[in-house]
Antibody, heavy 117, light 112 residues
Framework: EVQLVESGGGLVQPGGSLRLSCAAS????????MHWVRQAPGKGLEWVSR????????NYADSVKGRFTISRDNAENTLYLQMNSLRVEDTAMYYC??????????WGQGTLVTVSS | DIVMTQSPLSLSVTPGEPASISCRSS???????????FDWYLQKPGQSPQLLIY???IRASGVPDRFSGSGSGTDFTLKISRVEAEDLGVYYC?????????FGQGTKLEIK
C-alpha cells in the first residue's frame, strides 16, 4: 500500500523555521519526482515546490523562493521541506505528493503549519 | 503563470442526475509529446485531494467510469454521468505543463 506520511508541522512565530518531513512507503521512492503543495485554511491549492528523482533539479513557487528548500534522502525514502523566514501567509496544510501531473499521482494526508505570534 | 479558471464555483445536484464542471486555462497545457498535462482532482471533506483524471481524459486507477474528462486547447470539462452521494466535495483542475503548477479555484459539489 502506497503511503506518504507528513510530519513536522506546528505553531511557529513569524520569522521562525520549520522542517517538514514526508516518509514514503509502498513504492520505489527514488523513481519519482516529489512535490509539496499547500492549502491555506478554507482556501484552494497552491503548488510550492518539486524535486526530481535524484535531487539534482528543484523548482519553487515565487512566494517561497529563497526561503524554502526541498530535498530528499532516497536511502531513507524521505522528502523534506526546510522552511525559513516564515510569514503569517505561509499558514497552511502542507501536502507531500508523488508524481504530480502524472498517472501515479498520490497525496499524503498533510501536516498543518501555523505561523502566528 | 498559467491561470486556471473553473466554472461554476458551486453546484447542487440530485443523486442520479448528471453534473459538469468546466475549466479554462490561460495557455494550452499541451505538451510536446502530444498529451495535455491537465488533471482533475476531487477533495472530499476532511481528506487530501485524490486524482480523478490525468492527461485531460484518462481515468486514474480505481476511479468509477461515471467520471469522464474531455477537452482540447484551453477548454476542458469534467462530467459525472450520474452523481452519487459519495461524489460530494471540491473539484479542482490543475495544469502540470510548466512550473508553477497551477490549480483552478475549485468547484464545490453539494448533493441535494
Amino acid at each position: 500500500e502506497v503511503q506518504l506520511v507528513e510530519s513536522g508541522g506546528g505553531l511557529v512565530q513569524p520569522g521562525g523555521s520549520l522542517r517538514l518531513s514526508c516518509a514514503a512507503s509502498g513504492f520505489t521512492f527514488k523513481r519519482f519526482w516529489m512535490h509539496w503543495v499547500r492549502q491555506a485554511p478554507g482556501k484552494g491549492l497552491e503548488w510550492v515546490s518539486r524535486l526530481n528523482e535524484d535531487g539534482s533539479t528543484t523548482n519553487y513557487a515565487d512566494s517561497v523562493k529563497g526561503r524554502f528548500t526541498i530535498s530528499r534522502d532516497n536511502a531513507e525514502n524521505t522528502l523534506y521541506l526546510q522552511m525559513n523566514s516564515l510569514r503569517v501567509e505561509d499558514t497552511a496544510m502542507y501536502y507531500c505528493t508523488r508524481d504530480l501531473g502524472g498517472s501515479q499521482a498520490f497525496w499524503g494526508q498533510g501536516t498543518l503549519v501555523t505561523v502566528s505570534s | 503563470d498559467i491561470v486556471m479558471t473553473q466554472s461554476p464555483l458551486s453546484l447542487s445536484v440530485t443523486p442520479g442526475e448528471p453534473a459538469s464542471i468546466s475549466c479554462r486555462s490561460s495557455q494550452s497545457p499541451l505538451h510536446s509529446n502530444g498529451n495535455y498535462f491537465f488533471d482533475w482532482y476531487l477533495q472530499k471533506p476532511g481528506q487530501s485531494p485524490q486524482l480523478l483524471i490525468y492527461w485531460g481524459s484518462i481515468r486514474a486507477s480505481g476511479v468509477p467510469d461515471r467520471f469522464s474528462g474531455s477537452g482540447s486547447g484551453t477548454d476542458f470539462t469534467l462530467k459525472i454521468s450520474r452523481v452519487e452521494a459519495e461524489d460530494l466535495g471540491v473539484y479542482y483542475c490543475m495544469q502540470a505543463l510548466q512550473t508553477p503548477y497551477t490549480f483552478g479555484q475549485g468547484t464545490k459539489l453539494e448533493i441535494k
